[in-house]
């Protein structure tokens, strides 16, 4: 009697299989929205302006002369809702007929619409903390530069240092900015630079970083260590690509790190939610398919530009 063997009945074996299991892209973290203060008292409309007023002088008195009176100075901060973003999908009937993996498909089509928008609010708000400033200028305050070019110079130029951490707390001193609650947001290329430094990899130079060979700087987004006040986060939607002169120095294709205090009161960046992501979906009769869509509106703009320190590497 004739048996079975691979060799006389591999019709009868799969060659391929496919699993159950979808693999999915790795995720960089978010976590921006949470230094942005949310505007309460914008009902309506797309724009709202925010009055503000500056400080008064103290003048000299001559004794029986009459007492000077000055004005404070005013100024207005517009604020519009400039973002309507949109991110969809569809699944057509055929596919869903025929797909092994149509449920896996339809379950992940709302969260990930809304990881699109997240992403796309994330970036936008880094942009504007970029865009705040003039580009090609120090922005000086008091006369300490709220833009500059990493003066790191090993194994490349424009690389960030440790000095440059001391410039943007000077920085923020100068502009009368609390020290409580500052942060500096990085780029990836930042913290390798930070790991590789010969002070921090060399212990015995500076006893402060001890643990770091073993430990790493980081642990999820923060760093483990406090640099001159900041604790440090790392963030993968930094403005990239600015190429510009900024005192005399260049920097080409580069990269806006951010220095400020998240403290409650001074926080840079205001914003409003005008809508929130909504979803929606309807079955398309003409085209035979399902479609998803999520919307959502918002604006996002630097509101204290003394409380933003830039510096490109």
């Given at each position: 009697?004739?048996?079975?063997?691979?060799?006389?009945?591999?019709?009868?074996?799969?060659?391929?299989?496919?699993?159950?299991?979808?693999?999915e892209v790795l995720l960089a973290d978010l976590m921006g929205l949470k230094f942005v203060r949310m505007l309460q008292d914008f009902p309506d409309g797309d724009t709202i302006n925010i009055p503000s007023i500056g400080q008064m002088d103290a003048l000299d008195y001559v004794e029986g002369q009459p007492v000077r009176y000055t004005a404070m100075d005013t100024g207005n901060f517009p604020f519009s809702i400039n973002q309507y973003k949109s991110s969809a999908t569809y699944i057509t009937n055929k596919m869903k007929q025929d797909s092994f993996y149509m449920s896996e498909l339809t379950s992940s089509f709302v969260p990930k619409m809304a990881r699109a928008i997240a992403t796309a609010m994330e970036a936008d708000m880094f942009a504007n903390c970029n865009s705040g400033q003039d580009s090609g200028d120090p922005n000086t305050w008091n006369g300490a530069r709220h833009r500059f070019v990493g003066s790191g110079?090993?194994?490349?130029?424009n690389l960030i240092s440790i000095v440059d951490f001391a410039k943007a707390a000077y920085a923020l001193d100068k502009?009368?900015?609390?020290?409580q609650n500052r942060v500096a947001i990085v780029d990836p290329s930042v913290e390798y630079t930070l790991s590789t430094l010969t002070n921090i990899v060399n212990v015995s130079n500076n006893c402060m970083w001890e643990g770091v060979i073993t430990t790493g700087l980081t642990s999820g987004m923060r760093f483990l260590k406090n640099i001159y006040g900041f604790d440090v986060y790392v963030s993968h939607f930094l403005p990239q690509g600015i190429s510009e002169?900024?005192?005399g120095v260049s920097v080409t294709n580069g990269v806006a790190n951010l220095f400020f205090s998240a403290a409650s009161d001074v926080?840079?960046?205001v914003g409003q939610v005008r809508q929130p992501p909504k979803v929606d979906s309807d079955y398309n009769k003409d085209l035979q398919r399902?479609?998803?869509?999520?919307?959502?509106?918002?604006?996002?703009?630097l509101f204290r530009p003394e409380n933003m320190v830039v510096c490109l590497t």
């Open positions: 009697m004739a048996g079975f063997m691979v060799s006389t009945n591999d019709h009868l074996i799969r060659s391929s299989l496919w699993s159950k299991d979808i693999k110079s090993s194994p490349a130029s502009a009368y900015v609390p020290t002169t900024v005192s926080v840079p960046l399902d479609e998803y869509v999520t919307t959502c509106r918002w604006g996002l703009k």
